[in-house]
């Protein structure tokens, strides 16, 4: 039976040794907590790396891994330490990632670099060589693997190949900027589909293939020697039943029954039954603007200082990239502004901001985006932003205030959130003081408003849409060339 190749740079488990012994625990991160539920509801496989590099595994543990990976129907593609250097730590995140969020400053353009991300996609195909039979779709995701389309198409000229990018396609003025980029349009365009969040990064992708390549594009298709390329929009979605049901299920729960976290939060609004939380969750990134948010926290306190006292950041920051300097210099400015702040303003009753540097588990996230009176999720730059999803559908009262920066593809569809520009501190601290004071009834609107969108378009519907539209330009190529 025809199967679905799902292939990502990660696979959505994390392979480890400890103790010579294999832990396999799930990775962190928006692609692989959407995808996971695709993978699981259907016949997939699921290729990228476990997170061990080959000098990792010896002989004795290959078996191992490749039967812990098997049993979540997922593969592991091989990838060395300097593979993992130069294409992963490299290429993905010292070019590419900052260079489409728009940190040109931070992109470096090292020809190694380059020659990696190469072999590395190689690689990747491959392994798809190992199992793609006729008939398989291929869904390849993001900004690792822009390669592996055209490398997968000129072997298997008759697959159906999906790609699409979760983060920003950037600008013509800005993507030109890369040596490279005329190979990574040419990648990009073995797909036969090539969907995005939104209509902006899709547009800045046609400018960049007619400029630079000089295909004419044609409503959304590109058509090369014959070959119908169609590109289309996909907004994110998430699973939202997990997430709201998770929240229900939790809040009905004894209070013996709740998680150690919970029931902390609790006593502590026994005991301070004034204070409010606003929240704020991502991987610790320099995209996602967390330093700017504690300048606005802080100027929100000077501001508004009738808040001190009142409310408190809950700032969980998932650790990522750490081999990357600017994610370490990253991580010292933020322990220093929380220090900062927590040293000017905490009371023996009162802390300001709760940081938490580390990955908690899912009954954790639900405890925090359900306990929480807003969330405050400020990128400068965003793909989409899965967390102000989940925090919306955990809400269970219809209570809760979103604010949201405008620079997310999320922002897109969630206009009922309070937007703001990331670089503005003085609205952010205004914004802050709205959401605190925003009366019940119109949170209830705005977040049933937002739920039922959410409720609609989820992440089942996502991947359905994107299926569908994948067949239509199978269909119609078949038609074209007669087959
Ligand atoms: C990329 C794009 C795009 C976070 N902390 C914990 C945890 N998470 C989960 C959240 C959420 C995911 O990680 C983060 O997703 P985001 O979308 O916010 O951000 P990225 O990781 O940067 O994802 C992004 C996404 O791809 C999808 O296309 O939206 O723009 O950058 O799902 O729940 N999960 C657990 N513990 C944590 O501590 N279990």
Same mark, same amino acid.
Request: overall charge neutral; hydrophobic content about 35%.
């Given at each position: 039976m025809a199967k679905t190749i799902i292939i990502s740079n990660r696979l959505p488990l994390q392979i480890k040794i400890e103790n010579e012994e294999l832990t396999v625990t799930p990775s962190v991160g928006g692609l692989a907590t959407g995808m996971k539920s695709v993978h699981k509801a259907g016949d997939s496989l699921w290729l990228g790396w476990s997170g061990l590099t080959e000098e990792e595994i010896d002989d004795n543990l290959k078996a191992d891994v490749e039967a812990a990976s098997a049993k979540e129907a997922c593969v592991n593609v091989p990838l060395t330490q300097d593979d993992v250097e130069n294409f992963y730590y490299g290429f993905s995140n010292k070019t590419i990632w900052p260079l489409f969020h728009y940190f040109t400053e931070y992109t470096e353009y090292q020809q190694h670099y380059w020659v990696k991300y190469r072999e590395v996609n190689e690689k990747f195909a491959e392994v798809v060589a190992k199992h793609i039979e006729p008939g398989d779709k291929v869904w390849i995701h993001d *900004?690792? @693997?822009? @390669?592996l389309p055209q490398l997968i198409k000129e072997r298997y000229p008759d697959s159906a190949i999906g790609f699409f990018l979760h983060i920003p396609f950037p600008s013509f003025e800005v993507f030109r900027i890369l040596p490279w980029r005329t190979e990574i349009l040419e990648g990009l365009l073995g797909a036969d589909l090539i969907g995005f969040h939104t209509y902006d990064y899709e547009r800045h992708f046609f400018s960049s293939v007619r400029r630079l390549l000089g295909y004419e594009i044609n409503f959304n298709e590109i058509i090369i020697n014959n070959r119908i390329i169609r590109s289309d929009i996909f907004p994110m979605g998430i699973d939202y039943d997990k997430f709201h049901n998770a929240s229900v299920s939790q809040q009905r729960k004894s209070v013996k029954d709740r998680t150690e976290l919970h029931q902390e939060l609790d006593k502590h609004q026994l005991v301070n039954p004034e204070v409010r939380f606003i929240l704020s969750i991502d991987? @610790?990134? *320099? +995209?996602?603007g967390i330093q700017k948010r504690l300048y606005a926290f802080e100027h929100f306190l000077e501001k508004y200082p009738e808040y001190r006292g009142q409310a408190t950041l809950i700032m969980l920051c998932v650790p990522s990239r750490q081999n990357v300097d600017q994610y370490q210099r990253m991580k010292s400015e933020i322990d220093e502004l929380v220090g900062r702040i927590n040293g000017n303003y905490s009371t023996i009753n009162w802390t300001p901001v709760w940081y938490f540097y580390r990955a908690l588990p899912f009954e954790n996230l639900i405890d925090l985006y359900s306990s929480s009176d807003v969330a405050l999720l400020t990128p400068i730059r965003d793909g989409m932003n899965l967390v102000a999803k989940e925090y919306v559908a955990a809400q269970i009262d219809s209570k809760g205030v979103l604010i949201l920066s405008?620079? +997310?593809?999320a922002a897109k569809e969630m206009s009922e959130a309070i937007l703001i520009n990331p670089n503005n501190i003085d609205a952010i601290a205004d914004a802050i003081h709205e959401a605190l004071a925003m009366p019940a009834e119109e949170q209830i609107t705005r977040i049933d408003t937002m739920q039922n969108r959410l409720k609609r378009y989820n992440v089942e519907k996502w991947a359905d849409d994107f299926f569908n539209n994948l067949k239509e330009v199978q269909e119609q190529q078949a038609l074209q060339s007669g087959k």
């Open positions: *900004y690792q @693997l822009m @390669l991987r @610790l990134d *320099y +995209t996602k405008e620079m +997310t593809g």
